[in-house]
């Protein structure tokens, strides 16, 4: 349909609109000399964190091709540039694991417990920094892959389909997002956007409420992720759409999975201007977390979804941060109520019948965790996208933080509130 289209719905009523739509180790006192000499060279080679330094170009910050195997047998769990060595001692440690925070024991054998890097983010100290691993650094990654150890091995912005050249104001490393919105570790977060990834406060802000404004269009097109876009299970009349992504945004990152972590998490925030008017229809705005390989229960690759399984839009059932109302034929309870819309460019008039798009107050999930499994020792790729879906306008903002290693395994990927 086209934009004209669109705009003789925003003519109408909102009811006049169509439907269609681990073990406790104990640590010897005392070590023979081939493990103290293990201990010593795993201080001396120890991975240095993306704080020590940024990516270049495209993003690689790894040029070595890691070996295969598992720790201690010559492959990829050791930290050596030729991916041979590290491995674990006889202290139960490894030097291709990661520190577990809290728990007051030495599990990467550097000879310090707890002292896996965070706040590596501190000294980002430009929102529209271009340098994708500083973009790793805001959402929590902060160690480098050096040879075969593991960490962050490349990061790019990306379109959705994990090609270059997205909007350089479609992604920002905020402080905080709006008047309430906080990061949920260290001092920054991630904004990807289908406009400009900043708040109200932020230099280069720009309404996210636009209206057939070529100012406010990014002007990107891609391929939507292969077997994208699909249709809303909560709307069984709305079609899948077309094949192209406007305004995409992402965020791509190929990590190396330390030895002792079975899953990882990271938190995301998503807001979008679509509420209220555009429920169960064709114009819609997507998130997807894809990540490869995929997990065996995602098929499509893709790890963030909402409770009825289907990808993040305005249709996502965690829609929460709103003022309470019907809209698009969906009762939406808002439980979190509307404060974590001020300031960020999506507050607005809460009156369900206000029909000035410009002037609605529009709506967020509110911070969510996708959790997913993962294989000691692998590389895996993520890409965090988001995207406009028929035409450019109204803009969805993501909010992406706090990403986090686990030693504890899961089944599946899930999506839940926090």
């Not at 994990?162 to 104001?169: F, H, L, Y």
């Not at 906080?182 to 720009?206: I, M, Q, V, Y």
């Not at 192209?244 to 330390?258: M, N």
């Amino acid at each position: 349909m086209t934009s004209a289209g669109r705009f003789a719905r925003f003519r109408q009523p909102q009811g006049r609109r169509s439907e269609a739509d681990g073990l406790s180790r104990h640590r010897p006192q005392k070590k023979d000399l081939a493990v103290r000499l293990a201990t010593f060279t795993s201080l001396l080679l120890v991975p240095a964190t993306l704080a020590c330094g940024s990516t270049s170009g495209d993003g690689d910050v790894d040029d070595n091709n890691p070996g295969g195997g598992t720790a201690g047998s010559g492959g990829g769990g050791g930290i050596n540039d030729n991916g041979e060595g590290g491995g674990a001692s006889s202290d139960g440690c490894n030097t291709a694991n990661f520190d577990i925070p809290g728990n007051n024991k030495d599990e990467d054998c550097n000879g310090t417990n707890d002292d896996e890097p965070f706040d590596c983010d501190a000294s980002i100290d430009d929102i529209a920094d271009n340098d994708a691993g500083k973009a790793a650094e805001a959402i929590g990654l902060c160690r480098r892959a050096q040879g075969g150890s593991w960490g962050v091995i490349t990061a790019e912005y990306v379109k959705a389909d994990g090609s270059s050249g997205m909007a350089d104001q479609s992604h920002g490393l905020l402080k905080d997002f709006g008047e309430v919105v906080k990061p949920r570790e260290g001092a920054r977060l991630l904004a990807l956007s289908t406009g400009h990834a900043r708040d109200e406060n932020d230099e280069d802000f720009s309404t996210p409420k636009h209206l057939f404004q070529p100012a406010n269009d990014m002007n990107t097109f891609s391929a939507t992720p292969l077997g994208f876009p699909k249709g809303s299970l909560s709307c069984p009349a709305t079609g899948a759409g077309k094949k192209e992504a406007l305004d995409p945004a992402g965020l791509e990152v190929r990590l190396r999975v330390p030895a002792n972590a079975n899953s990882f998490s990271f938190d995301f925030n998503f807001y979008t201007a679509e509420f209220p008017g555009f429920i169960c229809q064709e114009w819609n705005d997507f998130f997807v977390t894809l990540m490869d390989p995929p997990p065996p229960s995602a098929s499509d690759g893709n790890i963030s979804f909402d409770t009825d399984g289907s990808h993040i839009s305005v249709n996502s059932a965690f829609l929460d941060v709103c003022s309470a109302k019907y809209a698009g034929g969906k009762k939406f309870d808002c439980g979190e109520g509307s404060a974590g819309l001020r300031g960020t460019g999506y507050d607005g008039n809460p009156d369900e019948f206000e029909l000035d798009e410009k002037l609605k107050q529009n709506a967020a999930t509110g911070w969510l965790t996708t959790t997913a499994p993962v294989t000691p020792g692998s590389d895996i790729t993520l890409r965090f996208t988001v995207w406009d879906q028929e035409d450019a306008n109204l803009n969805t903002t993501v909010l992406i933080d706090n990403f986090r290693w686990d030693v504890d395994e899961v089944e599946a990927p899930t999506t839940i509130p926090r």
